[in-house]
């Protein structure tokens, strides 16, 4: 499936979280992966979402460390 993060396109497994796509955008744009845990995820309309939160096809998320 495929969802945004800070409004570049990732693909994710189906049932992935926040977290995963998250994870997955940083490994694609060779970010550091140590602060993964650090960091605040927002929905499309700026509300904190948890990292656990599950994600459905064509949602967009946006973070910050």
């Known amino acids: 499936m495929t969802v945004t993060v800070n409004k570049e396109e990732v693909r994710i497994f189906k049932g992935a979280t926040a977290k995963h796509a998250v994870l997955r955008y940083i490994l694609?744009?060779?970010g550091d992966v140590s602060k993964l845990d650090s960091i605040k995820i927002y929905d499309s309309k700026g509300h904190l979402i948890g990292d656990d939160a599950p994600l459905?096809?064509?949602q967009a998320i946006?973070?910050?460390i």
Do not use: S, V, W
């Open 28 to 30: 694609m744009t060779k």
């Open 56 to 58: 459905r096809e064509g």
């Open 62 to 64: 946006t973070f910050c």
